[in-house]
């Protein structure tokens, strides 16, 4: 007898009646005080053995008129002494009549009567003042089950797995093999039909090693999902015989190894330390179970990730003695993509963006603004993926796989740069202003004006921004909510070149002075706010303002006030020359560089206060620059500078004669190194002033801060890497649309001027014929008459139609945006319209998911009354 057991009876007793002395049958020892607390009243308890002691009891005098409990052994038939107890007879205590008191119900369910071991379990675990009140009248099984297991084991069932994986993990998951037979046999039971794969948890307590809970499921995925046959078997068995005997059961072992897995995934982020502990656990299971030909299978395994990185080595090993190998690279580079430790990542996808650009056929150029096209929208981005890959993995074979795959590019990119750079000299002998390739002096009259004209503008002037370098950042300004812009109707970026050679001393001078001179910062200072063509689109009194490097700073943080101020003022132009990108190159090579906002303290900044002030953003460059890669000290003679001397000795190997007005150094003629690996000055992290398209064309990018329709002559443009980059099928992109609306419906005849291309992406077809017939169906114009959101316009319904038709019905959103020539940040509006376009009666003819935009032409055409043939 315990007090938990006497006392939900005696709470009963004392609510109904006034204090009476009670005479309780005792079945053995009786394990309480002397004195019990039942709601604010004490109750005197008494052993008694006999019915003599009993009377005993009874003539003492209780002054305060407590009540009193006596416990007994002993039969009691004396009718004097039954007459002066309650009830007039010994009470034999019932379990079950103490459950109903403690959760203040009428009826127990007649299921668990039967289940004696249950009612003391439930007394013995009822909190003070009893169980949670739910109304009910009758206990049901499912109440009592969640009741006895939050309050006796500490389970709480819609924790699911994983919170019977921390539970596993305590004293408590011990303890439970501690209790009856029968409660152990129906409690597992129990948990086993609520939580699917807690039968190998509960199988862990048994032998206590709940704790091994979290590292042995991430081996149970190996187990499921590793390759069939007698290494698999051989583990699983011994699997069985650490859990005491438990028969492996594929259904079960899955969920506890998912289960796990979310497990560490979650501390990967809240407690990293934690998350490693386990893993390297997981690891040591591994040895234990044999299973490290299995590891693969596993997502968060190290191991794991080591397997599928071997996989990957092995892949490109493959590539060089087959040349239809790129799918099996694309497969293991996907698979160490999907790995949960991301530490590899990035490696996995510039591995199969670099073998995807080698495997283009090769594209001769017959000039250079095709080459100079090339080079900004393709090969710049294999320049990414080399830089990328040049950084070890800690994996032997395939960071010399690695080697191999970035000397091939290297050597592709030198044969590119050494016929770019004889185009390059044949430009500019005869080059003149108002081409199609703008001198970097051009860029304040033709770009920075006109759009200052119409738009405050903030020039940032990134000193050495290649267009490698622009494409990463052009990805992380767009991320952060930028739209980048592009003159209506161009394809492409704007082609810029700088002055010769491509160092600042010349190139920053000119852009920024508007003429091919030769100057510093305090040239450049007096030039820039006394530009004609900037001074005219100007307020009066108020000409352009250029900051360099030392007056960008507040010295207590962020930007200097006086620029700030600018900022925000209705100074039409404002500019700033942020040299991050060339002192980055004086220095150490020994740090990888994300080129991103963030890494650029100053630009983020500067952003940020330009979109406070409306202002549209132009990131303009000087020239670019190459990378060290060990390369060739070359003698440079009496004048030279990183890569260009005079030509006191004719161009040899990997060198390139220029000559012309763009040439300010050597008397208009001087000899500049083609191959990036040739320099003629000491070893540093990168140089520039060769004849290399990453030192010569320099990038041009505009971007409005969000959506706007307030810029002339510029459209939004979608992100548009090449399709070799993206992974997407190739196809036709489309020029940006003019992002003004349309007063009149194009005739049918008309549509198949709505998709305009460049010359080097024309198309072979119009539109599908189904899209003519569809915006001339009457359906469709009584929806569009319908549709109670903003109207579309019809150039972008066709663009979206052809993009997604073209591709088989289903795009990534990024691929349909740059496909229809629509920028990210207006697709997703576009298709919230569309679908109630073309959503008739709910019917999904177009959806989209986080990821993919799905159309479905059958569908569309019979909800429409196309033409099916």
């Known amino acids: 007898m315990t007090p938990q057991r006497l006392s939900p009876h005696l709470e009963r007793w004392l609510a109904s009646t006034e204090p009476r002395t009670y005479v309780v049958h005792l079945d053995g020892e009786w394990t309480g005080t002397e004195q019990l607390l039942i709601g604010d009243q004490y109750v005197d308890v008494r052993v008694c053995p006999s019915e003599l002691a009993i009377r005993e009891e009874l003539t003492r005098g209780r002054p305060d008129g407590r009540a009193l409990v006596l416990l007994t052994s002993a039969d009691v038939n004396a009718a004097d002494v039954l007459a002066r107890i309650a009830k007039r007879q ?57 009741a006895l297991l939050a309050h ?14 921390s539970w596993a993990s305590t004293a408590a998951g011990a303890r439970l093999h501690e209790r009856g037979d029968a409660e152990l046999v129906a409690t597992t039971r129990r948990l086993e039909t609520a939580i699917d794969g807690a039968s190998p ?11 091994r809970g979290v590292p042995l499921g991430l081996v149970a995925r190996t187990l499921t999902d590793g390759p069939a046959g007698e290494a698999r078997a051989a583990s699983r068995t011994l699997l069985s015989v650490t859990l005491g005997g438990w028969a492996f059961d594929e259904s079960a072992a899955r969920a506890w190894a998912a289960a796990a897995e979310q497990h560490v995934q979650d501390l990967l982020s809240a407690d990293a330390p934690a998350a490693q502990t386990a893993l390297q656990a997981a690891d040591r299971a591994v040895r234990e179970l044999h299973a490290e030909a299995l590891v693969g299978a596993s997502d968060l395994l190290a191991a794991g990730l080591r397997g599928r990185l071997a996989d990957l080595a092995a892949a490109l090993s493959r590539r060089r003695a087959c040349d239809d190998a790129v799918d099996g690279i694309e497969a293991a580079a996907s698979r160490v993509r999907m790995h949960r430790l991301d530490d590899h990542r990035e490696t996995a996808t510039m591995v199969t963006r670099l073998v995807r650009w080698l495997a283009q056929p090769d594209a001769s150029t017959d000039g250079f603004v095709e080459a100079a096209k090339r080079h900004a929208g393709g090969d710049s981005y294999a320049d990414w993926a080399r830089a990328a890959l040049r950084r070890s993995t800690g994996e032997a074979d395939l960071d010399a796989e690695l080697r191999l795959l970035v000397a091939e590019a290297d050597e592709c990119r030198r044969a590119q740069d050494g016929g770019y750079a004889r185009l390059l000299a044949g430009y500019v002998g005869h080059a003149a202003p108002g081409g199609a390739v703008l001198g970097v002096e051009e860029v304040l009259d033709r770009v920075v004006a006109p759009i200052a004209a119409r738009h405050p503008v903030l020039l940032v002037v990134l000193d050495g921004m290649s267009h490698r370098v622009a494409g990463e950042l052009t990805e992380d300004v767009v991320a952060r909510g930028w739209v980048e812009l592009r003159p209506t109707q161009q394809v492409g970026r704007t082609l810029v070149l700088s002055a010769l050679p491509s160092v600042t ?32 689109v100007s307020r009066r ?19 200097s006030s006086q620029l700030r101020s600018e900022l925000a003022g209705d100074r039409r132009i404002v500019a700033a020359v942020v040299n991050a990108i060339d002192d980055h190159l004086s220095r150490s090579d020994q740090l990888a560089t994300p080129w991103t906002a963030a890494y650029v303290p100053l630009l983020r900044a500067l952003l940020d206060e330009s979109r406070n002030a409306g202002r549209i953003v132009i990131l303009a460059s000087d020239h670019g620059h190459v990378l060290d890669h060990g390369g060739t000290f070359c003698n440079g003679g009496p004048d030279h500078g990183e890569r260009y001397r005079t030509a006191h000795e004719p161009a040899g190997a990997g060198e390139q004669l220029v000559e012309g007005i763009r040439v300010l150094f050597g008397g208009g003629r001087c000899v500049l190194a083609a191959d990036e690996t040739v320099r003629y000055a000491p070893r540093k992290h990168g140089y520039h002033g060769g004849a290399s398209p990453q030192e010569t064309l320099a990038p041009l990018l505009v971007f409005a801060p969000g959506l706007t329709d307030m810029v002339d002559g510029w459209s939004e443009t979608p992100y548009d890497p090449p399709a070799w980059w993206t992974g997407q099928p190739s196809v036709p992109v489309a020029k940006p649309a003019r992002t003004t609306v349309r007063a009149n419906a194009p ?17 072979s077809s ?28 019809e150039e972008r319904v066709v663009a979206i139609l052809a993009a997604l038709s073209a591709a088989g019905g289903k795009l990534l959103h990024d691929a349909l ?6 920028p990210p940040l207006r697709l997703t509006g576009t298709l919230a319209v569309m679908r109630q376009l073309l959503n008739v009666d709910g019917y999904p003819v177009l959806s989209a998911d986080e990821d993919t935009v799905t159309l479905d032409v059958a569908l569309l055409r019979e909800q429409f009354g196309l033409d099916r043939s």
């Open 152 to 165: 006796r084991h500490g389970i709480d069932v819609d924790d699911g797995l994983r919170g019977l994986l």
């Open 505 to 536: 001393t010349y190139s920053r001078a000119s852009l920024l002075s508007g003429a091919l001179v030769k100057g510093v910062a305090a040239d450049e200072s007096r030039a820039f706010p006394a530009h004609p063509g900037l001074v005219a």
């Open 766 to 793: 119009p539109p599908s014929a189904w899209i003519a017939e569809l915006l001339a169906a009457e359906a469709f114009a009584a929806q569009r008459g319908a549709v109670s959101r903003g109207r579309v316009p």
């Open 817 to 822: 945006a740059r496909q229809a020539g629509i």
């Open 90 to 146: 010994v009470v034999r205590l019932h379990a079950w009549d103490a459950v109903q008191h403690l959760f203040d119900v009428r009826q127990i369910d007649p299921q668990l009567v039967r289940e004696r071991w249950m009612a003391e379990a439930l007394v013995e675990a009822a909190p003070a003042g009893g169980y949670e009140r739910s109304g009910a009248r009758e206990l049901d099984a499912d109440r009592a089950w969640r």
């Open 541 to 559: 009194g108020r000409p352009p303002m250029l900051f360099h490097k030392g007056e960008l700073r507040d010295p207590h943080g962020g930007l």
């Open 747 to 763: 005739r049918r005849e008309e549509l198949s001027g709505q998709l305009t291309f460049g010359a080097e992406d024309a198309p």
């Open 201 to 211: 948890v509960l199988a862990l307590c048994a032998p206590g090693l709940g704790g």
